[in-house]
């Protein structure tokens, strides 16, 4: 290219792209795009979260979308410079399709895309009402018979649900389910969130005492309304609670608690599910077009059965169901598991003075907490990231047009070098006979996170007393329980007076097989992973989180949820596709994910 600046180099490409997709040349677009190259879409083109890989991964998704969704318009984004680093430019850019408009990053090499981000961000004639759009809020002048802003909210949460239906409704109330409701009341989409709890927060307040996000603030912020300048770095799950139920009620959600969902059916004549639930004592039959399970990403607890279990005097609890140490000073509790929430309960047990055992069963991702936040975090979610330029929505979309099919290449030097800093303390933990490991390619927490959203701890404390032998570590498998004891498979005898099995979850789709029937679960299939091959994630690749935040292959039926920030910028996403649905745009799926695993 005749000019070598770099945003001269940088526009010469997106006014190429912009002739090619005008025309309707495939083989001039893809010709743009490098062999190892990757286009990430959220919904702008696919109305589906897909990455293609490659040129000709480029030329099927267009040859099906292009003539649908029309992308076009790309352009640098206005007061954004592109900048080269290492051979890379990387750009910031917009554009519209035929029904949006949308933002996203580009990073070229030798002049040729190697990675593409697009992400819708609204629909046109839908946007929500906010800035120049905002609603007034109060009607100046006098009218008889006025309704005040309380009197309409008072009579929309009389009637939907009973006079009118809503167009959706979302099983379950945490960050997720609230996020979500959030995003389809700014878009006008008649919503209701049903959870079974007393409370919006409820959720986070009903866990063990000691529970607190281990994720920094700036990783955590919700849709709208960010978290105070001095609100903690790490939130105590209470407080976390009482923010939520602030949230609910600040963002006039349609919230139904003490309601618990029965059973849900899918009419396909009428395209409608029924929903009978029990709220409060009452039944109520919901008769909504779309159903979103936001039940949380882990989905049901694992309890495995064990020989001996019946006859077993003391307490069994899951880690969802422990609320904490008080009742077991000076009692002997045995905590099966070594990931985050058996680390979390053993601490706060061995605080209150009960005689500790953690049962390791399988080798442990262990990331110390001020490492992570520094070197895995830090340019992206800090309070220096913010003063860099770097907003949340910036660092969103940074961290999400990076293709999972590479991301891991990005993890392990950042990995690497926590473990040369915290060398000592690997050290004293393998001293301590605490197995280890890095992950299946030593990528480390994110990538085991994505995979599987198992297998880690970050550390904020219980490690030293593994370490110091203050919690004491037996590593083998359960093979049975006696009346006051766990036994393992090597004969080893555990006395406990209770047994907490921080065991897991299963599949979000366990839900949906409780919920609507084992045949639908079935037809949707494994919920989360990515299918990297690689420990609880098996192939085949499918380059995107199975079944979250996009169609699935049971109509009308959607999953939603994840930690914090993945619950504010992928409600986004699923936001926009509900709009368009219940708008009646053409939203023709390119992709949808194939079935292969079915939990």
């Not at 979500?180 to 063990?208: C, E, F, M, N």
């Amino acid at each position: 290219m005749l000019d070598s600046t770099v945003t001269s180099r940088t526009q010469q490409v997106l006014d190429t792209l912009n002739a090619a997709l005008e025309a309707g040349d495939m083989d001039g677009a893809k010709s743009l795009f490098a062999t190892d190259s990757y286009w990430r879409d959220l919904v702008a083109v696919t109305w589906n979260l897909k990455t293609v890989e490659g040129p000709e991964g480029v030329a099927d998704m267009l040859s099906q979308q292009l003539a649908h969704t029309k992308p076009h318009k790309f352009q640098l984004q206005a007061g954004e410079i592109p900048a080269e680093e290492g051979g890379v430019i990387t750009a910031w850019i917009t554009f519209e399709t035929r029904v949006g408009r949308g933002w996203g990053l580009m990073r070229l090499r030798d002049d040729r895309i190697w990675t593409l981000l697009t992400a819708l961000q609204e629909l046109k004639g839908f946007e929500e009402k906010r800035g120049k759009r905002r609603p007034m809020g109060a009607e100046h002048g006098a009218r008889k018979n006025r309704t005040t802003w309380k009197e309409s909210r008072e009579a929309e949460e009389a009637s939907l649900g009973h006079d009118t239906q809503p167009y959706t409704v979302i099983v379950g109330g945490g960050q997720g389910g609230i996020a979500l409701a959030a995003r389809l009341r700014q878009l006008g989409v008649p919503t209701i969130v049903l959870d079974k709890h007393d409370r919006p927060g409820d959720q986070w307040r009903s866990r063990y005492k000691s529970l607190c996000l281990h994720d920094p603030i700036w990783y955590d912020h919700l849709p709208y309304i960010k978290f105070p300048e001095n609100w903690p770095v790490f939130t105590p799950k209470d407080k976390v609670g009482d923010w939520l139920e602030m949230y609910t009620r600040v963002m006039e959600i349609n919230y139904w608690t003490r309601s618990e969902v029965k059973s849900a059916r899918y009419d396909e004549a009428s395209g409608t599910w029924t929903v009978l639930i029990n709220r409060d004592g009452r039944q109520v039959t919901l008769k909504p077009t779309q159903l979103v399970l936001a039940t949380g990403m882990s989905g049901k607890p694992n309890m495995p059965r064990f020989p001996g279990m019946d006859r077993f005097k003391g307490t069994i609890q899951h880690s969802s169901q422990h609320d904490g140490p008080d009742a077991w000073t000076g009692k002997k509790v045995v905590v099966i598991g070594s990931n985050n929430s058996a680390h979390d309960i053993c601490a706060a047990l061995w605080e209150a003075d009960a005689d500790v055992t953690m049962v390791q069963r399988s080798s442990t991702h262990i990331v110390r907490s001020d490492s992570l936040m520094e070197i895995g975090l830090g340019a992206l979610y800090s309070e220096d990231a913010v003063a860099n330029g770097v907003t949340t929505e910036k660092a969103d979309m940074i961290f999400a047009s990076l293709p999972y099919r590479i991301m891991h290449e990005f993890q392990i030097p950042l990995y690497k070098q926590m473990r040369e800093r915290d060398a000592g303390f690997y050290a004293g933990l393998e001293k301590a006979g605490f197995e280890l490991d890095w992950g299946d390619d030593e990528s480390g927490l994110f990538m085991k996170y994505l995979r599987r959203g198992s297998g880690y701890y970050i550390d904020v404390g219980a490690s030293q007393l593994i370490i110091d032998g203050e919690v004491k570590l037996v590593k083998g498998q359960v093979d049975h329980f006696e009346e006051d004891a766990v036994v393992l498979t090597d004969g080893t005898r555990l006395e406990a007076d209770l047994v907490v099995m921080a065991t897991g979850y299963g599949s979000m789709n366990g839900w949906a097989a409780d919920l609507i029937s084992q045949e639908v679960a079935d037809k949707v299939g494994k919920v989360w992973g990515l299918g990297s091959d690689t420990t609880k994630d098996p192939g085949p690749w499918e380059g995107e989180q199975r079944n979250m935040w996009k169609p699935t292959q049971q109509e009308n039926l959607w999953f939603h949820g994840g930690n914090l920030h993945q619950s504010r910028h992928y409600s986004l996403y699923l936001a926009l596709q509900l709009k368009a649905r219940m708008e009646g745009l053409d939203t023709p799926v390119y992709g949808l994910q194939q079935v292969h695993h079915l939990s």
